[in-house]
């Protein structure tokens, strides 16, 4: 499956951005979704999940972000509200064909999405 980010940009503190993740060449459906994001310096950090039917977020981005996904299940979304400065980072979606536990890990996903920068101005 080949996944392609979108939906970064510049935005203030504050504000709001969706991101997609979408996949050709299979459905979502049975698969494990994760969006990671990776800031200079720092290593990638888990974001939030779909696994096994169930959604996950870090702490960080708990109460401000929501993943979701349309009705096709070829393409799944990351809703950013209440931006901060904290969250500027290289977002990456990543999908693996198991359920597991270890869906905050990046190195249990198999595909990667080449990455979409999003910067939050203080």
């Known amino acids: 499956v080949q996944l392609q980010a979108s939906g970064g940009g510049l935005v203030q503190a504050g504000g709001s951005l969706r991101l997609s993740c979408a996949a050709s060449?299979?459905?979502?459906?049975?698969?494990?979704v994760g969006w990671f994001r990776q800031a200079p310096g720092r290593e990638r950090e888990f974001v939030a999940a779909?696994?096994?039917?169930?959604?996950y977020y870090a702490d960080s981005v708990k109460g401000r972000f929501a993943i979701s996904r349309d009705n096709a299940k070829t393409t799944v979304f990351l809703q950013m509200n209440s931006l901060e400065p904290e969250d500027t980072a290289v977002y990456y979606c990543?999908?693996?064909?198991?359920?597991?536990?270890?869906?905050?890990?990046?190195?249990?996903?198999?595909?990667w999405g080449q990455g979409t920068l999003v910067t939050v101005s203080s």
């Open positions: 779909f696994n096994g039917g169930r959604t």
């Open positions: 990543a999908a693996d064909r198991h359920y597991s536990n270890s869906y905050y890990l990046a190195g249990r996903y198999d595909y």
């Open positions: 060449g299979h459905t979502l459906s049975e698969y494990a």
